[in-house]
């Protein structure tokens, strides 16, 4: 007489792991049964080549952010023939990089507009722009003034901070040097006919 075992998972894969772009990636099921066989899937589609009680990543890219499971499958003829882990959700973080800074110099007249971007990566990233050592502007990547003074004039750039896990979290741009041509202005006329 042959007693096959139904399928019993009694170690899930890990719930959730928030990792950085480039750390490995390790799950694995411990299951008993008769003739077990095992398939992990990415977000339900089967991922072809990884049939054993563990799956690994060595170096995981934003791409494999997803949704993990394994179905574990049996030869024995008890009920069910299969049963599907726990969802093991990665999230794969990246550290903050800045792709493009703010244009190196401008040269304005008084009264134009004044817009200033920069282009970043990361996860849940937010801005702060500084005119010398002074904060301004909102959380933005571009930072705009409608009508430039003279007190505009000066050095600027950005701190772009991740909320993510990964390092570095906090880059700073290169400055970006605005310069304010005035109009020009008669201060003092001529003497009027004597």
Do not use: R
């Amino acid at each position: 007489m042959i007693i096959n075992s139904p399928i019993n998972i009694s170690a899930q894969p890990a719930a959730s792991q928030t990792l950085c772009a480039g750390s490995p990636f390790n799950l694995s099921v411990t299951a008993s049964g008769t003739g077990l066989s095992y398939q992990w899937k990415k977000n339900g589609v089967d991922i072809l080549g990884e049939t054993s009680n563990t799956f690994s990543i060595g170096s995981v890219a934003s791409g494999d952010a997803g949704n993990y499971t394994v179905v574990v499958s049996s030869t024995g003829v008890c009920v069910p023939g299969s049963v599907s882990s726990t969802t093991a959700v990665l999230t794969v973080d990246s550290p903050s990089l800045i792709t493009a800074d703010p244009l190196a110099s401008q040269t304005l007249c008084e009264g134009s507009s004044l817009t200033l971007s920069v282009t970043a990566t990361g996860t849940g990233l937010s801005y702060q722009w500084y005119h010398g050592l002074t904060p301004v502007g909102g959380n933005s990547s571009s930072y705009s003034v409608g009508s430039v003074a003279v007190t505009d004039a000066g050095t600027y750039k950005v701190e772009v901070t991740s909320a993510g896990v990964c390092i570095p979290s906090m880059v700073t741009s290169a400055n970006a040097i605005v310069i304010i041509n005035s109009p020009i202005n008669i201060s003092a006329q001529p003497a009027a006919s004597q």
